[in-house]
């Protein structure tokens, strides 16, 4: 008789663990994933970043393209994502098990910090082309067309300059390629370098050109018959028609 009190008194309690651990598997199963943002309106500073903060389900992961960090035991959050323009950005909370939820936040960068970073990049480009333009004449000089032809890509970057006859006009869209004869050799011209030029120009086969920017170093393409051709390359800064 004992005996199948006890084995009533096991089965009875075995009976109860089962159900507070379905009752504990549902309450886990019923919990949702949130996510609320302190602001849906936030403001790039001028090191183009701009922060997300809000609260989520406890220790998810939130993440806004590639960029995630993981959420606090209260499920606080902050997260640190570089703009690109201003738009509307998916902010994704996730958690193993459970059904990711999204919100939307609109990132702008204040007018005031877009003007001064105009003017900070057209002040750099002026500075830039000041110095191409004072050191490629000096530069020119010392770096004849035999030396630049011999090893194009050990003078890679220097600024440079000079004055030769168009042999041809390849248009790239917004870039064009011009080979450039740079030496005169009587009525004619010789020493071909290729001028990459992104930007617009009237010039054209047959004229006169001034080019100052820096060297590219080696440049290579593929000819009609498909033989790889190579010569110094010119990255053009600017160019203008002399004759």
Not at 42 to 50: K, L, T, W
Not at 230 to 240: E, K, L, R, Y
Request: proline letters at 2%.
């Amino acid at each position: 008789m004992k005996k199948g009190i006890g084995i009533l008194l096991l089965g009875l309690l075995l009976l109860l663990a089962a159900c507070g651990s379905n009752e504990k598997n549902a309450e886990t199963s019923n919990e949702k994933m949130m996510i609320q943002l302190d602001e849906k309106n936030v403001a790039a500073d001028a090191n183009d970043i701009f922060t997300v903060t809000g609260k989520t389900t406890p220790s998810a992961t939130v993440s806004i393209g590639d960029v995630s960090i993981d959420a606090n035991k209260k499920g606080k959050f902050e997260l640190m994502h570089v703009y690109e323009s201003d738009k509307s950005y998916e902010v994704v909370a996730s958690k193993k098990g459970m059904t990711e939820v999204r919100a939307t936040v609109h990132v702008t960068q204040p007018t005031a910090i877009k003007e001064e970073k105009k003017e900070q990049e057209e002040a750099a480009k002026e500075k830039a082309e000041k110095e191409v333009t004072e050191n490629a004449k000096p530069n020119a000089a010392k770096i004849t067309f035999a030396m630049l032809s011999g090893n194009p890509d050990k003078y890679a970057r220097e600024s440079y300059y000079l004055k030769g006859q168009i042999a041809e006009v390849v248009d790239g869209g917004a870039t064009k390629y011009l080979k450039v004869n740079m030496t005169q050799a009587g009525d004619t011209w010789k020493d071909t370098v290729m001028v990459i030029y992104t930007g617009t120009t009237d010039a054209k086969k047959g004229d006169i050109i001034e080019v100052y920017g820096t060297i590219y170093g080696t440049y290579a393409f593929d000819d009609a018959n498909g033989t790889t051709i190579t010569m110094p390359g010119i990255t053009a800064s600017s160019i203008n028609v002399v004759e």
